[in-house]
């Protein structure tokens, strides 16, 4: 399930999208009650030029929603919840176990199925027509997502996977995986981060069994929609799944983050559930969200076949819990090959207390740069995934420091600052100048912009 509907930016190139001859190496894993087993699989990322992206032996022929960019793509089957000793396999694992051994069928073996090796090319039908996501909702835009072409797209949550999963007959499921999305530039945002999304479905016996003189309570009635329930369920059967719900995630967070955490929960929106919350924690004296939640939409639900079912759906970002964990400052970290990085999360077991200790603090590097707007095809969006694309992980922060608006022209100008700090060495001002450089021609030529170099 989406944490927050806040995905937004994504710019087309034709310059500094994808090159003819990229290859990465991907895996593809896949999972049910177990340990994770990988098979490698290649997959090529062609050309704009050449009018198809190929991804794990499948080609995609582009068209005018294309935008995904050979930096991302470079990205796409690195598979970091899958990589032994991770700080996100650490996460993932730990969670798993939770389940595992809290959550048992009747026959004693793990209520919850995961899959973490599940494609993260997915129909734009998955990701939003199947999740009741309406078609001019804010998240669609192509600013906000990774578009292979106007019918596929590399997912922006799990959630693309529910519909299946269930139509598939799983009633408790986790599923696990990348998700790309347009974001700001900051230490808490990168384009590629990891989700784990949770679904559990309850029959009318498997809700009001354990619950005195349950046996004439019902899941669904012809009701009213309100802000507490859907107008198809019942009071008692949505108080009831919302109750265990939040349970469940209160006692997942108490195990990960200890005895004594505080939680609340906040109101919220989510397309495909409803009613729909936020969990906060009280970490060091700070509150910090940390996931979303919510009963599931009954359209959904019955249209992946469970008709006779009530569920809840949870998101949770693997990023924002271990840098919370472990006191990870920067996101960018979890993409480094630094081995001071990663030996500090190797251990004896997944549970094992971890606090990162920082690498030598490099000096930032500090430029501006300024430009008119075009008039109309400017979105903000599009320069930070342009900053991005050429400077990649160097880019530590992009803050619009001034907008101003010409009294006369009329024409607006926008001033950015971009804070440049390589995590693991320190950066010159020549390497630095190029990089900006680059920024201020590809602004013009890409975005259509007016320079005020």
């Not at 983050?257 to 906040?266: A, E, H, I, M, P």
């Not at 599931?296 to 079912?309: F, I, P, R």
Request: hydrophobic share 35%.
């Amino acid at each position: 399930m989406a944490m927050l509907w806040k995905f937004m930016r994504v710019a087309k190139y034709s310059k500094t999208a994808l090159s003819p001859k990229v290859k990465v190496r991907g895996i593809s894993t896949y999972s049910r009650h177990s340990s994770s087993k990988s098979a490698p699989s290649d997959f090529a990322a062609g050309a704009p030029c050449s009018s198809t992206v190929e991804l794990f032996g499948k080609s995609y022929p582009q068209d005018d929603y294309s935008n995904v960019t050979e930096k991302i793509l470079s990205k796409v089957g690195k598979n970091l919840h899958n990589r032994k000793h991770h700080p996100l396999w650490l996460i993932k694992e730990q969670v798993k176990e939770h389940f595992y051994k809290h959550y048992l069928g009747r026959r004693g073996t793990p209520l919850f199925s995961v899959y973490d090796g599940l494609s993260p090319v997915v129909t734009v039908q998955q990701n939003f027509d199947s999740l009741l996501i309406p078609q001019n909702h804010a998240s669609r835009r192509k600013e906000d997502n990774y578009y292979l072409n106007r019918e596929h797209m590399l997912r922006a949550h799990t959630s693309a996977h529910q519909w299946d999963l269930i139509h598939s007959g799983l009633d408790a499921f986790l599923a696990v995986g990348d998700v790309y999305r347009r974001d700001t530039i900051d230490s808490t945002h990168y384009p590629v981060f990891h989700q784990m999304e949770g679904v559990r479905l309850f029959s009318c016996h498997e809700l009001f069994s354990s619950i005195k003189d349950g046996e004439g309570l019902q899941l669904f009635e012809q009701g009213h929609r309100t802000a507490h329930k859907q107008e198809c369920h019942t009071m008692e059967a949505v108080r009831l799944v919302e109750f265990n719900l939040k349970q469940v995630l209160t006692k997942l967070m108490t195990h990960i983050f200890g005895d004594g955490l505080q939680v609340r929960w906040v109101d919220c929106y989510f397309p495909f559930t409803h009613p729909s919350f936020e969990m906060e924690i009280n970490f060091q004296g700070e509150w910090m969200e940390v996931l979303g939640c919510g009963v599931m939409e009954q359209q959904l639900v019955n249209s992946a076949g469970a008709q006779d079912k009530i569920g809840w759906a949870f998101g949770l970002g693997l990023e924002r819990l271990a840098m919370i964990l472990y006191d990870i400052p920067d996101i960018r970290l979890f993409w480094s090959e630094d081995e001071r990085f990663l030996k500090q999360f190797i251990g004896p077991h997944i549970w094992q207390k971890i606090k990162f200790q920082p690498l030598s603090r490099y000096p930032p590097l500090i430029n501006d740069i300024s430009f008119w707007l075009p008039s109309e095809t400017y979105s903000q969006n599009d320069f930070y995934d342009l900053v991005r694309t050429i400077g990649g992980d160097l880019i530590e922060k992009v803050v619009l420091l001034d907008e101003f608006a010409h009294p006369k022209t009329k024409k607006v100008s926008h001033c950015y600052r971009i804070v440049y700090r390589h995590p693991e060495r320190t950066l010159t001002q020549d390497e630095v100048h190029r990089i900006h450089r680059a920024i201020e021609e590809s602004a013009v030529r890409e975005l259509g912009v007016e320079g005020r170099f």
